[in-house]
């Protein structure tokens, strides 16, 4: 068997949870079956049954446009570019919206089953407009295109499962698998290791919170920056923030920070994606990490900081309800969310419920230790890749077998 995955991130350009995602399970099914990855950049690589292709955005679409829609001009070009010659495939898969009119084009132009991760939902994220302006709706478009045309839809939740059958009541529920996103236990460990934290300047012997993502909306990194000021003055917070998805957001989070600095020194700004192994060693010696986000369709980001031992408050939101246990591997703070935008209907009240868990952590090292071995036994019990390969390539059979017997009648 041979695979197709399609996705816009793929190392060493990984920006977020789907990159991630895409990157460990293809390793981890190369090891089973044969794996094609159909990537944005100029990666090129053949390794045993792995075999990675990147490539570039139509240059008069790069070069030649300039408003906030040019990502998703860029993305149907791209896709049209990667589908014109596909050869051995036998089933196509993509992830995010970036990508899925290339699944949809491939089932049609090749006959094969098309299966479709949804990481997010344009939907549900209204804050894209921000940020894609009028292409949000080209985004859109490209995805409730190829959801509804799907052979099969794989949600990351349960809780994103009910989004879609939310957000497209037109979808039969009986095409959405839910596979959770997974984690590399042996990498993803508690480290010794202080390194990375002394070279940016964080303290290893005054206790953090810790924060890890995009500078976006749906991370949430405002909300936490607004905590802070409800926590002790000497709190030390490590932001671990860039990427952002524009330069007004980017200009807000600035501005809250340097208030919050005020009173609050001790906050260090990484104004980076620090590197992987860097991330481990925050998460290792952070007293808590937080994940403040507004919409999270899983939060592979919580797995990550769970299997190296730190204790997580999160949002009660979308996935994170099925990765963290509150009060067993960390806090769950619930919010009324606006049915439009997603955000917080209180976001004062939120910062504030925020800090109060965060500072009940802060100041019991013990409960802190215990949340952080019950998390990663939680991680090692339910969310391996080789798991989550087996259940996937599963999936890709029966799709095959049924098109098999569809084509036989």
Not at 96 to 117: E, Q, R
Not at 223 to 237: F, G, K, R, S
Not at 351 to 371: I, M, S, Y
């Amino acid at each position: 068997m041979r695979v197709g995955l399609f996705t816009r991130e793929y190392p060493p350009q990984v920006y977020g949870g789907a990159g991630v995602h895409v990157d460990y399970l293809s390793r981890e099914l190369a090891k089973q079956i044969d794996v094609e990855v159909h990537c944005w950049g100029p990666q090129h690589l053949d390794q045993g049954r792995l075999h990675v292709r990147g490539a570039e955005p139509w240059a008069e679409i790069s070069n030649g446009t300039t408003g906030k829609f040019k990502g998703a001009l860029e993305a149907l070009s791209l896709n049209l570019t990667q589908v014109k010659d596909l050869q051995g495939i036998d089933v196509v898969h993509t992830h995010t919206w970036y990508v899925s009119m290339a699944g949809y084009l491939a089932k049609k132009l090749y006959g094969m089953p098309f299966v479709m991760t949804t990481h997010s939902l344009e939907p549900l994220r209204a804050w894209k407009a921000e940020q894609l302006g009028s292409g949000y709706a080209m985004s859109s478009w490209m995805e409730r295109t190829a959801i509804l045309d799907a052979d099969a839809i794989i949600a990351v939740s349960a809780g994103t499962k009910a989004d879609i059958i939310r957000a497209y009541p037109d979808v039969d529920p009986a095409r959405i698998h839910v596979i959770y996103n997974g984690i590399d236990l042996n990498e993803y460990r508690k480290t010794t290791d202080t390194t990375a934290l002394i070279e940016y300047g964080v303290d290893p012997a005054v206790p953090y919170v810790l924060f890890v993502g995009r500078i976006t909306r749906q991370k949430g990194v405002t909300h936490l920056v607004d905590a802070i000021n409800y926590l002790p003055p000497e709190t030390q917070v490590v932001l671990c923030a860039g990427a952002p998805d524009t330069p007004e957001i980017a200009t807000e989070l600035r501005e809250k920070v340097e208030r919050a600095r005020r009173n609050h020194p001790r906050i260090i700004w990484i104004e980076k994606m620090v590197t992987r192994q860097e991330t481990i060693q925050f998460y290792s010696h952070a007293r808590v990490f937080c994940c403040p986000s507004v919409y999270e369709p899983f939060g592979i980001i919580n797995l990550e900081a769970m299997a190296c031992r730190a204790p997580v408050v999160a949002s009660a939101t979308g996935g994170i309800k099925e990765v963290v246990v509150d009060g067993e591997t960390g806090y769950l703070v619930p919010f009324d969310q606006d049915p439009v935008t997603g955000f917080p209907l209180d976001p004062e009240r939120f910062a504030r419920d925020f800090a109060v868990r965060l500072h009940h952590l802060l100041k019991d090292p013990e409960k802190c230790r215990r949340f952080g071995d019950a998390g990663r036994h939680r991680v090692e019990e339910m969310f391996s890749w080789t798991a989550i390969a087996h259940q996937t390539i599963a999936l890709y059979e029966h799709l095959i077998e049924q098109r098999k017997s569809s084509s036989t009648k």
